[in-house]
């Protein structure tokens, strides 16, 4: 079974509090756009769980999030015999804070729902996911959501139409385990009009969205060029700017496509890793693999 598994924005991400368990409290707008990592999972007669990727950067062992993801599936369904080969094709930027390792390991949780018909709901699916990672049960439906909790309370809300959006990963990679322990660090936090987004993103006012669209970790995470990144999404015209998770991707909204397209191309010419994206009302799409 073949899927495309959506890569996300943050819209609006705040951090409440650190919990006792050492998890921490979220407020998170969440986007699915449409980059895809293409995910294959189909049983095998070689034993165990296999991971093949086309990155040599991604670890193909128990260190990967969607070798975690079917580890916790087989287990939480006690099934103790299992052989199965997952095939990872990336195109989503590592450790970019847009959800590309949680985006396949929620891929290979639906997957192999599918393939063992246990016919497991989202919310069963999701309290499997969040064990492993806090994006996935995000991951799981997509669309443009409200997280709350760890990530793993889900408020479906009206989908972000009318944009298109640029992104850009400059050449650093930020851990997410190092970005809320900075975040810790800091003394004084400047937290976000989360009632104010909340009516915007219910009512689909984009503009209202654009002016809110805000992320806590910028005042902890250091991205040298976040700011030159920011400066030319906002030169061509961008609506919105802001960066993506725990970082270092800088997304641009723009309501413009031929101002987003002129973005792009500019960037291009400085990094590596940029691309123009539509937002989409789903995190997980079957693909039909010819005959």
């Not at 139409?161 to 990963?169: E, M, Q």
């Not at 309501?255 to 990094?271: G, I, P, R, V």
Request: hydrophobic fraction near 40%; proline fraction near 3%; aromatic fraction near 8%.
């Amino acid at each position: 079974m073949k899927v495309k598994a959506a890569a996300k924005i943050n819209l609006m991400l705040d951090i409440l509090k650190k919990l006792d368990n050492g998890y921490h409290s979220l407020f998170m707008i969440m986007q699915s756009v449409d980059l895809y990592d293409e995910v294959s999972v189909e049983k095998s007669e070689s034993g165990g769980i296999k991971i093949f990727c086309d990155n040599r950067n991604v670890p193909c062992d128990s260190r990967n999030i969607a070798y975690k993801c079917a580890e916790a599936f087989f287990k939480e369904l006690e099934i103790k015999e299992y052989s199965v080969e997952i095939t990872i094709k990336k195109n989503i930027p590592l450790a970019a804070g847009i959800a590309g390792g949680s985006a396949d390991g929620a891929a290979v949780l639906y997957c192999l729902n599918k393939i063992y018909g246990v016919n497991l709901t989202d919310f069963e699916l999701s309290k499997i996911g969040e064990r492993v990672g806090a994006d996935i049960p995000f991951s799981l439906t997509g669309g443009t959501a409200v997280a709350l909790g760890t990530g793993n309370v889900i408020a479906r809300v009206n989908t972000l139409g009318g944009c298109r959006i640029v992104l850009a990963k400059p050449q650093q990679e930020v851990s997410t385990p190092e970005a809320y322990a900075m975040f810790d660090s800091l003394t004084r936090v400047r937290h976000l009009d989360r009632v104010s987004m909340i009516d915007a993103v219910s009512t689909g006012n984009y503009e209202k969205i654009c002016s809110l669209c805000a992320n806590v970790f910028e005042q902890a995470v250091e991205v040298p060029k976040r700011p030159h990144i920011k400066g030319i999404m906002r030169k061509f015209g961008a609506d919105a700017v802001c960066m993506s998770g725990s970082g270092p991707t800088v997304f641009g909204l723009f309501s413009d496509d031929e101002k987003a397209q002129k973005c792009y191309l500019k960037l291009k010419e400085k990094y590596d890793e940029v691309y123009i994206c539509n937002p989409i009302d789903s995190g997980i799409l079957e693909l039909v693999e010819e005959i």
